[in-house]
């Protein structure tokens, strides 16, 4: 942040004069402070400081700022009896004739304190101001240490900018968690029992004459296909009998079933449960209406 005397004229010797330069009577040369050419905004910003903490400064807020935007982007606010701001980021919000507040982040470069105008504050977009509004830090998303979703900021903080307008509460998904830590679980077939996936299946022979069901081992007779029921010879795929999948079973506990079951097994904490008593989580996150000032600089 520049300070009132990095902004003060300086002095310096140089043997010739540049084009940018005035030299007075001294011969040494000042350098000329060129004012940049602005433009007024044309409506007043409602300006918010931002905590340390990513909290609004709502007791420090100040309403009817004017704002004036120069070509290369900086923004300049006059903010009169301005207090001591314990922060270098702002956020303005513009009210919409609809109701709705439109918001952007403001970082601080310098302050200078004038007493016709007040606090003078530049600064451009961005900073810790936008990285709050950031769609990024708004939406939850899988947080890969923890197996959990997660939003850039700690939800009580985001809640009060949506108290005062700055964001909008929205839905995102819903997602089935564990239910013991709310962990990110996988799915897939798995042992009822125990809850493994090291399954195995035989795949058996069914003859359509007699209705047998039994083992591919119990068929194959030197090097014929043979019913072991019924004893017909020569048996032919898809015109005498078909392949089936057989009963499962658990390799690891021995368990052996007809059918498996859907299991689920929680990615942090390794809990396994039936799939159907996964508990689900409803994630909402947060939108921001975003002001560009810079659209309103008319073109050159």
């Known amino acids: 942040m520049k300070t009132d005397l990095e902004l003060a004229p300086t002095l310096t010797e140089q043997p010739r004069a540049k084009a940018d330069t005035v030299l007075d009577s001294t011969s040494a040369t000042v350098d000329r402070v060129v004012e940049k050419p602005k433009f007024r905004f044309p409506r007043t910003l409602t300006i918010v400081p931002v905590r340390p903490d990513g909290a609004p400064e709502w007791s420090l807020r100040a309403v009817g700022i004017p704002l004036d935007i120069t070509a290369d982007g900086e923004l300049e606010l006059n903010w009169k009896n301005a207090p001591d701001l314990p922060t270098t980021a702002l956020i303005a919000f513009l009210q919409e004739a609809d109701g709705t507040r439109r918001v952007t982040g403001i970082d601080i470069e310098s302050m200078e304190a004038r007493e016709a105008t007040g606090l003078r504050i530049t600064g451009r977009v961005g900073g810790f101001g936008n990285e709050i509004l950031s769609p990024e830090k708004l939406t939850p998303a899988l947080d890969k240490k923890t197996m959990t979703f997660q939003l850039g900021f700690a939800p009580d903080i985001l809640d009060q900018w949506a108290a005062i307008g700055a964001l909008e509460r929205v839905f995102v998904d819903k997602v089935e968690v564990c239910p013991r830590c709310q962990g990110v679980p996988s799915f ?94 409803e994630l909402r996150g947060y939108r921001a209406h975003r002001l560009d000032p810079l659209a309103y600089v008319p073109a050159s």
């Open 188 to 281: 897939r077939e798995g042992c009822p029992n125990c809850g493994s996936a090291n399954l195995e299946n035989e795949c058996l022979i069914h003859h359509f004459a007699c209705a047998h069901v039994g083992r591919i081992s119990d068929f194959e007779t030197e090097g014929d296909v043979v019913c072991p029921k019924c004893r017909t010879r020569r048996l032919i795929v898809a015109s005498d009998f078909d392949y089936v999948a057989g009963p499962y079973r658990c390799l690891d506990c021995q368990w052996n079933n007809v059918e498996p079951e859907e299991v689920a097994q929680c990615l942090r904490c390794d809990f396994r449960f039936p799939a159907y008593q996964a508990n689900t989580q």
